[in-house]
């Protein structure tokens, strides 16, 4: 085609484009239409009309194209300002019900508090405990009753304060989980407890030195408090009223926008550590400069997260427009893509909520296994077997001890069979979605070398790789947390590929290192997320719960003090062993859906089964014909 014909069919169309260009053209879908004809143009001109004008201009109109679509795109800092100044105020007043009832809670926890010591002195000492209790008033004795704001160096105790506040506003969030029951009763708990320290020091006569030390912080740690006890009061009301969604995806949207929330007190925990460990040891500052301070705090929290989402919201300045919902879909995952690391953590979430019952099945059978070997071969007395301490990541420091002890030298074969058990189950259902993600998708994808061969072998294969890396539990602690995030991936993508592509165990381990070395970096940052997620579960364990739940069964069912301790010795085994399980699953799963990421990436084999087919296959509407 001559130059000059060209511009002639296409001038219009141009002349159009720049006068709606002109006229600030903002429908989207407008303007990616422009852009898709104009660049279709341009190509074209690059091609038969290079060192033409025609080509210089196209070229700029495109350009002009391009500015009007991205010109508006907001940076990340346009994003976390937007966060803070709508997003969360907009949820802040969605949740304002729960956010009046947790406060409601925990101010009637506190008036229990301070009337159950008032009618029972002794209440005092069960709720703060003896210890702390005779701490306390040796420090009224000597003159100094907040002295226990001073022992310890600023610094050390803003990273221990701000921690165990973060730890505190989470697992009141997190309890939400139980139909928001565990939210509740972790408000009436530390509602009580505040009440019943407050009394004491009014009983004493120090209300006020008390008042302007506790609160100094505490305007600051209690709201967070209350704030966790609204977003997980908002995940269980998710959970019991459901309405038009289903009950799983309200829980899903309720669980994020408590998610949400609780983002939104980070400045509050780490506001109220500092100000406990670095301002509240000031005990001789003035009352009047202290006071003031209480009263800023207590203001700003009361205007951000009462007044200012009220005042928005009668302003109609919330952009409605901006909740989304994401798609309901029941898709099946996509292995034919190269992804990210977010997205395959996605996917290993995806996938283990789909194959949630057999691999908890699968679990409760290598519990029930792991149980009675470690029970029924021990030579010390089984509440003798494990130690549980109550606390912070209690059951994790106890996890090395379910692979070694020297009250029963066969626990880690029982160990690592159990492991066996939920590793090979989760790889089979994946290679069973894996299937049927090829019948869905008719791209001759199951030519893929992908072989499980008999179940025996493939579970003995399992095993052996399973066996080996469960070696790793019997190192010192150190050892433990510095091979596991590097060891895990490598391990567990050699099983992958002896599962999928049929190898034996030297084959696949030099397959194993010619695969991950594009994608180790994405390998080990993928499963120090899962990590972190498998923690999270583990500290609902360490949440109170747990022994909350066994104490209520120890008292409702007659047994002797022997038989309680043997069946919370065996419970608490088997709850912690199941939770383990289950984590080692969702581990399996996110190496298992990284492994066809990093095949296509090193192979492109998907890639080359669809070029191979072009040309030989056709679609029309849905229908296959020859070509």
Known sequence: MRETTFIEQNQQKWQEFEQLLEGKVSDPEKLNELFVQVTDDLSFARTFYPNRSVRVYLNGLAQKIFFNIYKNKKSRRSNFVEFWTDDLPRLIYDARFDLRLSLFIFSLAMAIGMLSCWAEPDFLRTILG???????????????????????????????????????????????????????????????????????????????????????????????IVIAGAAGLTMGRGLVFPGTFSRERSFQLAARRGMSLMVGVVPLFIFAGFTESYLTRHTDAPDWLRGLFIFSCFAIVVFYFAIFPKMKARMGLFKTEDIRLTPDLDRWLDFTQVKSAGELFTDAFLFFRKCLRPIGLAALAGTGLFCAGAFLLAEAKPTELFSYQQGLFGVVQTVPGFFKSPSNPWLFPFAAVALGIVTFVTQFMLKRWRNI???????????????????????LKTMVVVTVFSLIFLLPGWAIVLLLPLLFPIFFL??????????????????????????????????????????????????????????????NFYLSEEGTLLFEAVAVTGISVFVLLLIFGLWTAGCGVQYFSILEVNEAYFLKKRLEMIGKRERIRGLEREA
């Open 494 to 555: 050699c099983t992958q590929v002896m599962i999928f592509e049929g190898g034996n165990i030297f084959t696949s381990i030099a397959r194993t290192g010619d695969l991950m070395a594009t994608r180790f970096g994405q390998m080990v940052g993928l499963y120090l997320t899962l990590l972190l997620t498998g923690l999270l579960f583990f500290l609902l364990l360490d949440s109170g719960l747990l022994w909350f739940l066994l104490d209520i069964i120890s008292m």
């Open 437 to 459: 993600a090829d019948d869905e998708d008719d791209e001759a994808t199951s030519a893929v070398p992908s072989s499980m061969g008999s179940i025996a072998a493939g579970f």
């Open 130 to 224: 003896d210890s702390y209790v005779e701490m306390t008033e040796e420090n009224i004795r000597s003159g100094d009753p907040m002295a226990v704001y001073k022992e310890a160096g600023a610094f050390n105790m803003f990273l221990g304060i701000t921690l165990n506040n973060i730890l505190v506003a989470f697992r009141t969030f997190i309890m939400g989980i139980f139909y928001g029951i565990g939210t509740i009763g972790i408000l009436l708990y530390n509602g009580v407890m505040l009440g019943a320290f407050q009394y004491f020091f009014i009983e004493k006569g120090l209300f006020q030195e008390s008042f302007l030390a506790v609160w100094l912080h505490g305007s600051f740690e209690i709201s967070s």
